[in-house]
């Protein structure tokens, strides 16, 4: 099937052309009507849905757009105040007519004439929704929306300088990847130096959100947030016992070869010791890798590179420059982070980053940009609720792409030995963020399974996980102090929970299909764009099964491919 980026904002049938989302008596009556609309046959039914799903996706695209804006510029006390409008006077007031919709949805007859099988995902999250509703949760809920957007507030302003010049925190990490070893040890401290003047306000951030998330279970008749959050995930098809799973399989299979890969570099820099500022940095025989100077340069050669991959793929990247879409360079007041925000109606999305000049930056976009292919190939969906798919496919999108995209890296790299580092850095990457989401992921489950802990409670058990998943080849010796507040700069702790192993689970699929892209190309390339264009209308099993890969993190399944990816890296020549 030929997919199109020339996609055109949905038409509106039910709302006006000029209708836009100002204040809650505006929009009540459109909620009044599907409400009180009577539905007397199949194609009433259907005409229901589509109204519905015009509503949803001008209300999403309209708070997409009020946090998207906010992060650009963390600063202006208007944009926040647009932000919490919403989230406080409108959104709250959303909910108890969603969950009186759903059941409305549930209980019309002619909802069992609908295709069980097309709309089966979706019949169940709406079940899902009405389980998990509680009118004692929505004032609640609309304060943790706030709330967890303090995070960027926070982080956005932290700078340091380094030579005379003040970086963000994002920018200053360019600084590690420098020859020079005491300018990385020097730009390593100033930046956790800034972390900590920053710690108690995260920590107390943190506590609050614990707090009230735990309210929210409890209220709701769950033991615990964890377990009420992988419900509101529609996490059906894995268990906590499959994340402790993964969490074991990470240390058995892959902390090896992170020490493998940590004692080569040790060798390259000719050092007696592996320190944490020594990661990203280059041997002598190595430059630095400047694959491009700025946000603009960015774009122009990911379209380059994902035109080479294939043409659709660029031409997306293309209607989002055209679209204006993008919003790349790190600048003091700009949230931390990067993320590819999908807006419904209009179908293009939003890619956010704080590039720097990396080869790190490079990564990112190509992430994104797999996340906004995404995005386009769902586009033409009947249903808003269709385009939402399981976040673990999500990130496979993401992830794949960024394994595809290496054989057409040249566009970033003037010389092979460029190319070469590249790809080695990017392979290495690819491991080494394993034993990061292993630690992430199982703090989580521990947070919010003792929420009343203390911060020393909180410091002590955080410490334990990290050095589980830290290899004997790396030397943190007199870092104690940074590394009891690491957990802090995770953004997804504060503004989304248990976020995390999605990136493992994925990771597991990206290495998969890449895997079929080096034996076949098409055949890896269409299973990727045919699954990603399900977009939630299958299972998350099912939509890995389509791609062609196994929706499986046992440990025998992530020895297989971690092996695969150790038999590539050594296929990569040596410097």
């Not at 709302?15 to 046959?41: C, G, H, M, Q």
């Not at 009118?135 to 303090?150: C, G, S, T």
């Not at 054989?407 to 963020?433: C, G, K, M, P």
Request: charged share 25%; aromatic share 12%.
């Amino acid at each position: 099937m030929n997919y199109s980026a020339d996609i055109k904002k949905l038409p509106r049938h039910f709302l006006p052309e000029d209708f836009s989302v100002t204040t809650w008596e505006a929009l009540e009556p459109y909620f009044k009507n599907l409400l009180e609309r009577s539905i007397n046959s199949d194609a009433e039914l259907q005409q229901w849905l589509k109204d519905g799903s015009e509503l949803e996706a001008i209300i999403s695209e309209d708070a997409c757009w009020r946090q998207i804006k906010m992060t650009c510029d963390t600063e202006n006390k208007e944009l926040e105040e647009s932000f919490v409008f919403f989230m406080m006077e409108i959104q709250p007031k959303i909910q108890p007519y969603s969950d009186k919709l759903n059941k409305k949805l549930i209980n019309c007859p002619f909802t069992k004439e609908l295709d069980q099988e097309k709309y089966f995902t979706y019949l169940r999250t709406v079940k899902k929704n009405i389980d998990l509703f509680c009118e004692e949760n929505i004032p609640i809920q609309a304060h943790l929306n706030v709330l967890q957007q303090q995070f960027g507030t926070i982080s956005g302003k932290m700078t340091v300088e380094v030579n005379g010049q003040e970086y963000t925190l994002q920018q200053a990490t360019k600084f590690l990847e420098n020859n020079d070893r005491s300018l990385r040890e020097s730009v390593y401290r100033k930046i956790n130096e800034k972390r900590l003047q920053n710690k108690k306000e995260l920590d107390d951030l943190f506590s609050i959100l614990i707090e009230k998330r735990n309210l929210v279970s409890l209220n709701a008749g769950f033991p615990n947030y964890r377990d009420y959050r992988f419900m509101e995930m529609g996490r059906f098809d894995y268990t906590k016992e499959d994340c402790f799973q993964f969490h074991e399989a990470v240390k058995q299979h892959v902390l090896p070869l992170v020490n493998e890969i940590y004692e080569r570099k040790k060798r390259k820099l000719g050092v007696d010791s592996l320190r944490p500022w020594d990661l990203e940095a280059h041997s002598e025989k190595e430059k630095t890798l400047t694959p491009f100077k700025s946000g603009e340069e960015l774009v122009k050669k990911s379209i380059a590179c994902f035109n080479k991959l294939n043409p659709f793929f660029g031409d997306c990247l293309q209607k989002m420059k055209t679209m204006g879409r993008f919003d790349l360079d790190s600048r003091k007041g700009k949230a931390p982070g990067g993320y590819n925000c999908p807006l419904i109606e209009s179908g293009a999305p939003f890619i956010f980053m704080n590039a720097a000049g990396q080869m790190d930056d490079v990564t990112t976009m190509v992430h994104e940009g797999g996340h906004a292919v995404h995005s386009f190939l769902v586009h033409s969906l009947e249903l808003s609720a269709f385009k939402e798919y399981p976040t673990e496919i999500a990130e496979v999108a993401s992830m794949a792409m960024e394994l595809f995209s290496m054989d057409y890296w040249n566009v970033f790299f003037s010389s092979e030995e460029e190319l070469r580092q590249a790809r080695e850095h990017q392979l290495e990457r690819v491991i080494t963020i394993f034993p990061w989401i292993a630690t992430i992921d199982k703090f989580q489950h521990w947070v919010y399974e003792n929420p009343k802990h203390s911060f020393d409670e909180r410091t002590e058990r955080w410490i334990s996980i990290m050095n589980e998943f830290t290899p004997p080849s790396l030397d943190v010796s007199g870092l104690e102090e940074y590394r009891r507040y690491f957990w802090q700069k995770q953004l997804h702790l504060f503004e989304v929970p248990f976020y995390y192993i999605e990136y493992g689970i994925a990771q597991l699929g990206a290495i998969g299909l890449w895997k079929q892209f080096k034996s076949n190309k098409e055949v890896a390339l269409n299973n990727y764009i045919n699954t990603l264009a399900l977009g939630g209308t299958q299972t998350l099993p099912r939509l890995f099964q389509a791609a062609g890969i196994s929706f499986n993190f046992s440990p025998e399944t992530v020895a297989d491919l971690i092996s695969f990816v150790k038999d590539e890296m050594s296929n990569i020549p040596s410097n």
